[in-house]
């Protein structure tokens, strides 16, 4: 179990996102927020994009100023085990049931996020267990920071 550190959106697209206490899940998107490139970004399949907060401190303490949102998460979250996170994986977070579908792809709009690593430093392909994941939503519903995350 973890919970929402923090929520993330941009109304006008792009990164960073900014933080939010509360933000409605829909099956296409996080209300609010505002996707540049729908063939990357959003959909049934990509409702969500989630990352760790671990994970981003680690990240911070290797140089990067990455921080929440930088880097395009709609979730950050909190004390979740990032090991457990792959496809397929349901989990709930208040009244919303998401489900796992995949891993982030990280592309050059993140860049600003890392220091002489690159933005590759969170791909899956390249380093396993690093990525920021996408999740369908299967159940809508408002997500609140402090909720927590079960995995189902």
């Given at each position: 179990?973890?919970?929402?550190?923090?929520?993330?959106?941009?109304?006008?697209?792009?990164?960073?996102?900014?933080?939010?206490?509360?933000?409605?899940?829909?099956?296409?998107?996080?209300?609010?927020?505002?996707?540049?490139?729908?063939?990357?970004?959003?959909?049934?399949?990509?409702?969500?994009?989630?990352?760790?907060?671990?994970?981003?401190?680690?990240?911070?303490?290797?140089?990067?100023?990455?921080?929440?949102?930088?880097?395009?998460?709609?979730?950050?979250?909190?004390g979740?085990?990032?090991?457990?996170?792959?496809?397929?994986?349901?989990?709930?977070?208040?009244?919303?049931?998401?489900?796992?579908?995949?891993?982030?792809?990280?592309?050059?709009?993140?860049?600003?996020?890392?220091a002489?690593?690159?933005?590759?430093?969170?791909?899956?392909?390249?380093?396993?267990?690093?990525?920021?994941?996408?999740?369908?939503?299967?159940?809508?519903?408002f997500?609140?920071?402090?909720?927590?995350?079960?995995?189902?």
């Open positions: 179990m973890g919970k929402i550190y923090s929520i993330n959106i941009n109304p006008d697209g792009g990164v960073p996102k900014y933080s939010v206490d509360k933000a409605y899940f829909g099956f296409n998107n996080v209300e609010g927020d505002k996707q540049n490139d729908l063939r990357y970004h959003g959909g049934p399949t990509r409702a969500v994009c989630l990352f760790s907060l671990e994970k981003i401190i680690a990240l911070q303490e290797e140089g990067n100023p990455i921080s929440p949102g930088s880097t395009g998460e709609n979730l950050t979250i909190e979740l085990d990032w090991t457990l996170i792959k496809a397929g994986t349901r989990c709930n977070i208040g009244d919303v049931e998401i489900e796992i579908t995949g891993p982030a792809p990280p592309c050059k709009t993140i860049s600003e996020s890392f002489e690593v690159g933005f590759t430093r969170i791909s899956e392909k390249q380093n396993p267990g690093w990525s920021r994941w996408y999740a369908s939503v299967k159940k809508d519903g997500i609140s920071v402090n909720d927590s995350i079960h995995i189902v």
